[in-house]
């Protein structure tokens, strides 16, 4: 039986594109800092480049938005006509990628079944996303994809899979597999190479160890094996909610025609191990300004039960107030997490009395951002990949803001392509 994750037609540039300057990071990587797609665009120097075929959020507001939208379809067009593209059927991608710290990080590309995927809160479809998703971050997204001939992706969906039973014996025998691609990333990237999976024995391998994998899921949450969460987004989550809602318009506006076979049905994702040594989850941490502190601080102690002292099982977390640090022990957690229970209070406090968040990378900043007036930082812990997919289970989503997957030079890069018309 397959899973939602399957073989694609995938497109790659053929052996004379510079791979380097082929691939771009995720275009929703470095949204504040326009010099370096500036950068980018200089480097691919007018060759062939993904930077041509995808729409940095940095421009999502720029008055010419819907001018670089046309010329990103159109470009796509180009490519096709000019037959640059060598087409691999039925097939995945083994990729291994070397971060820039250092660490290999594997993964298998293929695609995504949309009709197994829901995005809303509370589903129970085998693919899911992980954090809320913004619904007005989808229509700028689906400009792009509407008129696009083809897709790129930059997403990244998690596996859990301890036992290292799907990607991983694929990597063991890569040096039996044709060599795709093999090169390094731009502007500090690391390196990355790609190897076909093929065969036949290969192919049945994955299917076989997913499903493996579903039934143990089942078993392992008490749940049927048609609510089981097997896929659980890591990166791209609005990525991916945009090729649902496009195939979701192009089913109603095509009702009486059959589309299950539509290749919009899909999406191209890589998934990953989540229990990958260079997968790193890393806190993001709460700035509160503009508040009145020792009100938010009294009613936070009321609301959650506080105590200074607790057993190493009750969540915690620290407040910061004047570069001065306390801990507390939740005793009524709102959220399986502890971000879950510090974020519920904070999004209903704010509500109704004044001041702002921020969500901030590192301690450092939290402490010297505490020190300003009317300012309460909360330092979290980090979460553990094991909380992963039972608090999606159980909460239906992860609070915003609940971690950080990697530094940014490390998301993935475009590289491969698949149709998404019918021929």
């Known amino acids: 039986m397959k899973t939602a994750f399957q073989t694609a037609d995938i497109l790659l540039p053929k052996k004379n594109i510079d791979m380097k300057k ?19 665009k200089s480097i691919s120097n007018g060759e062939k480049s993904t930077i ?10 720029d008055d010419n938005c819907d001018k670089m939208i046309e010329n990103i379809n159109n470009t796509m067009k180009q490519y096709i006509n000019e037959d640059i593209f060598v087409e691999y059927k039925d097939c995945f991608v083994y990729v291994e990628r070397i971060q820039s710290d250092g660490k290999k990080r594997c993964g298998l590309i293929g695609k995504i079944d949309l009709e197994q995927y829901d995005y809303t809160k509370g589903s129970t479809s085998q693919v899911r996303a992980t954090e809320t998703t913004v619904i007005e ?17 930059h997403i990244m969906i998690l596996i859990d899979d301890i036992m290292n039973t799907v990607i991983e014996p694929i990597g063991k025998v890569k040096d039996s597999l044709n060599l795709l691609y093999d090169t390094d990333l731009m502007k500090g990237s690391g390196h990355i190479s790609g190897y076909l999976v093929n065969s036949n024995s290969l192919k049945c391998q994955i299917d076989t160890a997913l499903f493996n994998l579903l039934q143990e899921n089942s078993k392992k949450y008490n749940l049927p094996q048609d609510e089981v969460l097997l896929y659980a987004m890591g990166d ?3 990525s991916l909610a945009t090729a649902k809602e496009n195939y979701e318009q192009l089913k109603k506006e095509n009702p009486n025609i059959d589309l299950s076979n539509h290749p919009a049905r899909y999406a191209l994702v890589e998934i990953v191990n989540l229990h990958s040594d260079a997968l790193e989850f890393e806190a993001i941490h709460r700035i509160v300004s503009k508040v009145n502190v020792q009100d938010l601080l009294s ?19 620290s407040y910061i107030i004047n570069g001065i640090e306390n801990t507390l022990y939740i005793q009524n957690p709102l959220s399986n997490l502890t971000v879950g229970s510090v974020q519920s209070f904070l999004d209903e406090y ?23 007036d009317d300012s309460i930082g909360f330092i979290l812990p980090d979460m553990l990949k094991s909380e992963l997919f039972p608090t999606v289970i159980k909460d239906g989503s992860l609070p915003r803001k609940t971690f950080s997957m990697g530094h940014a030079e490390d998301k993935r890069f475009y590289i491969e392509c698949r149709s998404i018309v019918s021929k």
């Open 22 to 40: 082929w691939s771009v990071i995720a275009c929703d990587q470095f949204t504040y800092k326009l010099d370096y797609w500036q950068e980018v």
């Open 52 to 61: 041509d075929l995808i729409l940095p959020e940095v421009y999502l507001n």
């Open 137 to 153: 971050r989808i229509p700028p997204r689906l400009k792009v994809r509407k008129n696009a001939p083809i897709e790129l992706t």
């Open 236 to 238: 791209g989550n609005h």
């Open 299 to 317: 009613k936070m102690k009321d609301t959650l039960k506080t105590s200074e002292n607790g057993s190493s099982d009750m969540q915690r977390f």
């Open 350 to 372: 704010l509500k109704s009395n004044k001041g702002t968040i921020d969500y901030i990378h590192g301690k450092d900043a939290i402490i010297n951002l505490s020190k300003n």
